[in-house]
C-alpha cells in the first residue's frame, strides 16, 4: 500500500513539474496561463490530501502495533481489575440516561442498553 501512495505521489509530481515548465513556456507568450496554474494548485491540493491520508494510516498502524504489543504481554486471565489494561484499551465512556456507550482506542463503539 505504502508503494501505491509513493508511486502516486511521484506521478503527481512529475505531473505538476510537467505543467510548471509548460506554464513558463506560456509566460512568454500572450497566454496566461490561469488554466495551467489551476491545474498545478489541483495535483498540490491532491498531493497533500494523499500524504495526510498517508500519515494517517500510519498512525493508526502504530497505535495499532502498540495495542497489539501490550496485549500480548498481558496474562491470559485477568483476575481483577487493571487501571493500565482499562487505559490502554479505552479512549471514553459516555453515560446518557438509558444507555452508555464505550468507545475504544482502536475506533470501535459498543452501545450498552440498560
Do not use: W
Request: charged share 35%; net charge negative.
Amino acid at each position: 500500500m505504502e508503494e501505491v501512495t509513493s508511486n502516486q505521489i511521484a506521478a503527481i509530481d512529475e505531473q505538476m513539474k510537467s505543467m510548471q515548465q509548460e506554464l513558463l513556456a506560456t509566460v512568454n507568450s500572450k497566454n496566461t496561463g490561469d488554466e495551467l496554474g489551476m491545474e498545478i494548485r489541483r495535483l498540490r491540493d491532491e498531493k497533500q490530501a494523499i500524504q495526510n491520508e498517508q500519515a494517517s494510516r500510519q498512525d493508526l498502524k502504530t497505535r495499532i502495533d502498540e495495542m497489539m504489543r501490550f496485549l500480548n504481554d498481558l496474562p491470559c486471565e485477568l483476575t481483577e481489575y487493571d487501571e493500565d489494561y482499562l487505559r490502554t484499551l479505552l479512549e471514553k465512556i459516555t453515560i446518557y440516561d438509558n444507555h452508555i456507550i464505550v468507545e475504544f482506542k482502536s475506533g470501535i463503539e459498543i452501545q450498552i442498553n440498560e
